[in-house]
């Protein structure tokens, strides 16, 4: 016997080359149903959401394991084409209507049905899409048709969503600068001093990150400069935090010999297709941290790391909220996921590992 319901799909129309979302954005695009037979449909929807989530496993002695995991939902809207009657209303969300402002018919004919829907991202702050060692945020719309005594159908597609970055904000265009001092024992005498300074915290993919040293070797060693822009990826479970570390560009300087003092400028371009920093996330954070170090043989090496905050690559002036007619007017998020006092200051107060 064949299915009632031959097809359910979301189609999402893309608003630039690289398919990517932004606060302010529309989602628009069509839910199509196909169905062999005319069919009564009890309830039909399409959910918008975003999700991070977290998942990881650690080993405690030979036979006992400990899984962590947890969730957030940083943003979420349900909307109707068709609604149950008892339902009506009890969610604050909307049913919404075809073209001609007309309810849709909970009979179908046999055939292909599209149902058009058009949605405005919020303008608030949320997370960027990610993909890590052990954690995710996702982005979706998902439609589920529901019918009397059947199996609900589900179709889903993901979106990518990169929010707003301002880098006109004080943190931002604040200069970062660390210094280190170390005394040389065992093999050598003396000690060496190191100075680095970056003209801002915040930057946007591919631009070009300029850092200065200034570095006296007052020892008898020589002593070699280099550079590493890491990304710190950290994920959070009851209690628990797992960290992870993606070394993203690394450089090396000339040697400096004994009793000698130089200053080294180095730009580093920030590759376009890293994640942005995620700072407002309660389960997962992304961060950056660029390490300038002194190679010196027979002892540990001295270091300063300063924080880097990455924006997208360019604003983008998202049109101002509209009213529409086809799809979603309202939506809920969780506070923890997008509260504006989870600002980029946070990278000051994360303690280092």
């Known amino acids: 016997m064949a299915f009632v319901v031959k097809k359910l ?5 893309p608003v630039n080359a690289s398919n990517t979302f932004t606060n302010g954005d529309c989602l628009s695009g069509r839910v199509t149903l196909e169905v062999s037979r005319e069919t009564r449909i009890q309830c039909f929807s399409l959910k918008a959401k975003g999700k991070a989530s ?3 496993s650690e080993h405690y002695g030979k036979y006992s394991t400990v899984v962590y995991h947890d969730k957030e939902t940083v943003f979420k809207s349900v909307q109707y084409f068709v609604r149950e009657e008892k339902n009506k209303g009890q969610d604050g969300s909307s049913l919404l209507t075809n073209e001609a402002g007309q309810s849709y018919s909970k009979f179908v004919a046999p055939g292909m049905h599209v149902y058009p829907f058009t ?3 919020p303008f608030v702050d949320m997370p960027a899409s990610f ?13 589920k048709l529901c019918r009397s005594m059947q199996i609900s159908r589900k179709a889903k597609i993901q979106f990518n969503y990169v929010p707003q970055g301002d880098l006109s904000m004080p943190d931002l265009t604040m200069p970062q600068c660390g210094n280190t001092e170390k005394d040389m024992k065992f093999f050598s005498s003396g000690n060496v001093a190191m100075n680095i300074h970056t003209e801002r915290m915040g930057y946007r993919l591919g631009e070009g990150l300029k850092v200065q040293i200034y570095i006296e070797n007052n020892s008898s060693q020589r002593v070699k400069p280099k550079f590493c822009f890491y990304q710190k990826q950290s994920f959070f479970a009851l209690k628990k935090r797992k960290l992870a570390t993606k070394k ?3 450089y090396k300087g000339d040697a400096i010999e004994p009793s000698a003092k130089t200053t080294v400028t180095k730009v580093l371009i920030i590759p376009e297709d890293t994640c942005v920093s995620i700072l407002n996330c309660r389960v997962l954070k992304v961060e950056y941290r660029l390490k300038v170090y ?6 540990s090496n001295p270091e300063v790391k300063v924080p880097v905050v990455l924006l997208p690559q360019k604003e983008t002036s998202a049109a101002a909220p509209v009213d529409v007619h086809i799809g979603f007017d309202s939506w809920t998020s969780s506070q923890a996921g997008w509260d504006s006092s989870a600002d ?3 990278v000051h107060r994360f303690k280092e590992n």
């Open 131 to 143: 993909k890590g060692r052990h954690g995710k945020v996702d982005y979706f719309l998902e439609a």
């Open 119 to 121: 949605f405005q991202i």
């Open 294 to 299: 002194l190679d010196v043989k027979f002892a």
């Open 344 to 346: 980029y200051s946070t």
């Open 9 to 13: 799909s979301i189609a999402l129309d």
């Open 54 to 56: 977290v998942l990881w």
């Open 248 to 250: 993203l560009l690394k």
